[in-house]
Each structure stands twice: as structure tokens, then as C-alpha cells.
């Protein structure tokens, strides 16, 4: 048989290792090592390279010419000792090891991590004697590196390539169980970014995102050591501290990470004053399980933002029934919306001096089924926050209307007032609604009267005065309430198309305790009547209240005096038992 020598010649001894194969054999064995698109490696029982193709050579950073010969240890950097220990196996136990994947450095580029999926076989000869090990290798730094970006888009929030709210938990379970074996203390922290919403509504969400963005990166600057900061989900980020002595350790880093938001964040013409809300509870003291005490952090988050927001609070067993409803409520009022629990209430408005109804203005309602009828305050400040003050607003405006139409068919001509809310200036064209339902109700604009606060005027004063306007035009009334609150009211007067004021209750309820209330309602008529407006005073719930407004001058009235809120059957019946005369101003 004709036989071809594969020679290697050692670097030591220049002793000859021949491994015999047949003339055909090796022709195969070299058109196939030459054209391979993976690494091939020869290695005899004494370690040393017999054999590599182009592929390997690559591997290893070396020409093949100078890989003959050497050490199969010496070549790769971190993974020699693995590979050459496989190597050891093999010649020793005769057994193939298959599949076996490996992460190193080569010598040709000692900054890159590589990583290669290797097989060692081995490789007998004549007399079935062992005469090496021959290695089959497989790049797949490639795959490994889509995987490890699989993994990282998993695990991590793609807006501010923070930790995501699985990796988070995942992280949180492993502290957690360490803790309960250890005894040890940790804290988690609740973040809250304070009032992005406005951001996303007035700006757009393009603009909200680069805030969160750069908040996400002030705040990972400022992580301190034992600590977790993950992207908890919207405008909410969490942070985990584990060794802690008490919760002061987490109150003086949530000082820093409120420090860390103190410039401010500019974006293009925009300038932003960024503050956050935060709420820490501490294990085991506020929770036993994680659960619990994922629980105590969001009602202390909750405390902190009914204190007025920018600020902190540790959980405390004294808030927890009023963060906790809080916090329920917004579970429960997306459902709430579905399920139509909301009603619209009216109240009588007279006129001062003829005792006639004028007016009624809608108040809304929320039939819980648990807790009974809830007034605004208990839920428009919660609607707002979650998003749902636009279509809530929307409904009541339309079953508002829809109760006038059936009044006016009856022959009862009334007015109608709704307040709306700052946000629904903000989020929606309230001009566009509210000729839209006027006009599906076949009402009379003249007959429709909106009602304003301060705040509303203040959150977007041009394009509230632009929306006011509009309606102004079509011939609905524009009335500012709670008058004589705020810092800026007669420069509003100044700016808006205001027909009416209404006196804040504060005023009238006070106005028999002291001169002071009662100068000040006969200085809000006096500029009302320079400026040809109306004056509606609210809150009269006594008959010596109304004779005090009556004497004053005041137009109209409303208050427990004349009617409390009623339901859409009871203001009928209520209407219906008293004289109501058609009115076509």
C-alpha cells in the first residue's frame, strides 16, 4: 500500500512523530482540511501539532507553518489549560468529548472575547494504537453574541438600557432569600417621576421619552455600592438595597438620587425642573414576604405624593389605610369607567333676586359598589394621574347634556354649567366635545355655561384662551370658579372671556364670622359689576347667608339652602314641585 508521511518535527528533541495513511486518504483528508469552513487540528499523544488547516491557524493567530510542532498548551490564552486538559482526557480514556463550548482570547487579539464550539476525537492508527487527538472547531462568537443581545433586550428596558422589571425580580428574589437566611436588612425604593404626564400630554411623548431617558441616566450615575436600580414600567423606577443597618441607609441615597435630578434637563427650546416621589419600606420590618413588602413601598410612594409630591416617605403603619385605598381606587377606576359607576348630579343655581332657577351645575359622582358615593376630590386627582380624566370628562359632559335636553323638552329652559378639569385643556379639544354634543343634543349653546378654575387657566394659557374663545363665539358662557383663590385672578380677567365669576364657598361660609370675608365678597362684585360680569356665590347653605348676598348684590346663588346635589330623578321631581318659567334670553 502507498503510503503518505504527515511529519512534525519537534522543537525540543527533533525526534519524528509519522502517522500512516494511505495515498488516498490523505488526499482526501487535505482537499477537505484545505476547503473546510471550520478549524482542524491534529495533536499527537505527546501534545504537539501535528496537523492544522487555515481555519485554525486563524484561531490561533499564527501562520501554520509555525503551529507544527508546538505545544497544543501554549497557543490560546485563557482556555489552554481547559483545552489541553480535554486534551488529556481524551488519550487517556480513548473517548471522544463532543459539543464542548469554550469563551478564550487568541493571541492575535488578546482584547477580544471569542468563543468556539470544540469536539476532540480520537485518532487511532494501525493495530487500532492511539496515535492522537484530533480537534474539530466551530466558531460561533456570532451566535453567542446575538444570544447575549437576546438576553440583554430581556432583561433590560430599551429606552434607558436599564434593568427591566424581570431582570429586577429575578435579582430581587436571589437578595431576598440571601436575607432571610442571614437575617440581614434590605430596603427597596420606590421612584416616581413627578408630573411627566404634563410633559407627555403638552410636548408629546417623543419629548417625555428623552426625559426619562436622561433621569434613567442621572439616576444609574448616582447607584451606590449593594445597590439595584431597575426601570420599573412608565415613570416609575425601583431600587433595591441589600446590607443595610436601618431605612435611613436608603433615605440617604434616595437623597442623592433626588440631588442627582436637581439641574435642570434642556431639550431644544424646552427647560424642564424634574422632581420625583419616593416611598421606602425595609424588610423584614415592613414586609416578611416580597409581596408585602413591595406593597408598603408603593403605599409610601402614595403618601409621599398626597404630601404634596417632591419628596419621601418611609411606610409606616399609620398610612396604609389611605395610601392603600388610594392606591385601590386606581385599581378600580379603569373598570369603573366600563362599567358606567360614574353619575352625573345636578345642583339648583337661583336668581339672588327673584328666587327663580336659573341654572344647575353638574356635579359629578362615583357609585362605588363597595364604598358608597365618592365626590371628585376622592377620584378626579386619581383619574388624572392614570389617564382617564379626557374620556371620564366626556362622558359626564354627555349625559350632562342629555339630562338638559329632556329638561328642555319638558319646557324647563335652564342652564347648564360643567366644570372641567386643567388636564382636559390639556389633553383634548374641549372646544371640539362640547359643540359636538351641543350639537347631537340639539341644545342651544346659550344655554350651556363652562366653568374654569385658576389652575385650568394656568396649566396652558394660550391654548386654553384659544379654546375659550371658540366657545366664547359660539355663544357659551364662560364662568371662573372658586374667585379670589388664586394669586393671579384679576390678571385672568384681563386675558379670558369671562362672563361670570363664581365667589369660593371659603368666602360665603365665613362671611357672618368677620368683616374681612364679607369685604372681600363686596370687592369681587364691585370689580364684577365694573367689568359688566355676573357674580354666583357657592356654598350658601344658610337663609342669612342669602339675605347677606342678596344685600350685597350678588346675582345668583347656589348651596345647601336652596337644594343639596341631586340625582337626574330627583332634580325632576325637585324642579317639577316648584316653578321653573321658560327663559329665551
Not at 233 to 252: C, N, P, R, T, Y
Not at 411 to 427: D, H, K, P, T
Not at 457 to 485: P, T
Request: glycine share 6%; aromatic share 8%; hydrophobic share 40%.
Amino acid at each position: 500500500m502507498t503510503t503518505n508521511r504527515l511529519k512534525a518535527k519537534s522543537s525540543k528533541t527533533g525526534a519524528k512523530n509519522v502517522l500512516f495513511l494511505s495515498q488516498k486518504e490523505a488526499e482526501i483528508l487535505n482537499t477537505l482540511l484545505s476547503k473546510a469552513s471550520i478549524g482542524f487540528a491534529l495533536i499527537d499523544v505527546k501534545r504537539r501539532f501535528l496537523k492544522v488547516n487555515g481555519v485554525m491557524a486563524e484561531i490561533y493567530g499564527m501562520p501554520a507553518g509555525e503551529i507544527i510542532g508546538k505545544p497544543a498548551d501554549k497557543l490560546l490564552l485563557d482556555i489552554a489549560s481547559v483545552s489541553s486538559q480535554i486534551v488529556d482526557q481524551v488519550i487517556k480514556t480513548g473517548k471522544p468529548v463532543l459539543d464542548f463550548e469554550m469563551t478564550g482570547k487568541t493571541r492575535a487579539a488578546p482584547s477580544t472575547k471569542r468563543h468556539w464550539l470544540k469536539s476532540y476525537y480520537p485518532v487511532y492508527g494501525k493495530n487500532k494504537k492511539l496515535l492522537g487527538v484530533g480537534i474539530v472547531a466551530i466558531e460561533i462568537t456570532r451566535r453567542k453574541q446575538a444570544e447575549e443581545q437576546m438576553h440583554h433586550q430581556a432583561f433590560h428596558d430599551p429606552l434607558t438600557n436599564l434593568p427591566n422589571r424581570k431582570h429586577f425580580d429575578d435579582h430581587f428574589y436571589k437578595v431576598f432569600r440571601k436575607a432571610k437566611r442571614s437575617g440581614k436588612k434590605i430596603a427597596i425604593c420606590f421612584i416616581d417621576i413627578d408630573r411627566l404626564k404634563d410633559i407627555n400630554d403638552t410636548l408629546g411623548h417623543q419629548v417625555g421619552d428623552v426625559v426619562l431617558k436622561e433621569v434613567g441616566s442621572r439616576l444609574l450615575r448616582q447607584e451606590h455600592e449593594n445597590e439595584f436600580l431597575a426601570r420599573w414600567g412608565g415613570d416609575e423606577f425601583i431600587v433595591l438595597k441589600d446590607g443595610i443597618g436601618s431605612a435611613f441607609d436608603m433615605v440617604q441615597s434616595v437623597k442623592d438620587y433626588f440631588a442627582a435630578l436637581d439641574p435642570v434637563i434642556k431639550i431644544d427650546d424646552n427647560v424642564f425642573r424634574v422632581t420625583a416621589s419616593a416611598g421606602i419600606a425595609v424588610f423584614p420590618n415592613d414586609g416578611k414576604d416580597i409581596r408585602t413588602l413591595l406593597k408598603s413601598a408603593d403605599m409610601a410612594l402614595y403618601g409621599a405624593k398626597e404630601m404634596g409630591r417632591n419628596r419621601y416617605e418611609l411606610f409606616g403603619q399609620n398610612m396604609s389605610a389611605g395610601a392603600l385605598s388610594r392606591r385601590n381606587l386606581q385599581n378600580d377606576i379603569k373598570s369603573a369607567l366600563l362599567r358606567d359607576e360614574f353619575e352625573v348630579f345636578f345642583q339648583p343655581i337661583i336668581n339672588a333676586k327673584t328666587g327663580n332657577f336659573v341654572s344647575i351645575e353638574a356635579l359629578l359622582r362615583w357609585r362605588h359598589p363597595r364604598l358608597g358615593i365618592l365626590l371628585p376630590e376622592d377620584f378626579v386627582p386619581i383619574a388624572e394621574d392614570v389617564g382617564l380624566i379626557v374620556p371620564l370628562g366626556r362622558k359626564a359632559l354627555k349625559k350632562s347634556c342629555a339630562f338638559l335636553r329632556t329638561l328642555h323638552r319638558q319646557g324647563m329652559f335652564l342652564n347648564l354649567a360643567v366644570n372641567v378639569s386643567a388636564r382636559q385643556f390639556i389633553n383634548d379639544d374641549i372646544a371640539g366635545d362640547i359643540i359636538s354634543i351641543l350639537a347631537e343634543e340639539n341644545i342651544d349653546p346659550k344655554y350651556f355655561e363652562l366653568e374654569i378654575t385658576e389652575s385650568s387657566a394656568m396649566e396652558n394659557s394660550k391654548q386654553v384662551k384659544e379654546a375659550l374663545l371658540n366657545l366664547r363665539d359660539r355663544g357659551i358662557s364662560i364662568i371662573m370658579d372658586d374667585f379670589g383663590m388664586g394669586f393671579s385672578s384679576l390678571n385672568y380677567l384681563k386675558q379670558f372671556p369671562i362672563q361670570k365669576l363664581k365667589i369660593d364657598k371659603s368666602f360665603v361660609q365665613q362671611s357672618l364670622a368677620g368683616k374681612r370675608d364679607k369685604n372681600i365678597i363686596k370687592a369681587i362684585i364691585s370689580i364684577a359689576e365694573n367689568l359688566k360680569l355676573k357674580v354666583i356665590a357657592e356654598g350658601v347653605d344658610t337663609k342669612t347667608q342669602m339675605d347677606l348676598l342678596s344685600s350685597l348684590g350678588c346675582h345668583e346663588m347656589q348651596g345647601y339652602s336652596i337644594s343639596k346635589p341631586l340625582s337626574a330623578n330627583e332634580l325632576k321631581n325637585f324642579l317639577q314641585t316648584r316653578t321653573v318659567k321658560n327663559r329665551n334670553r
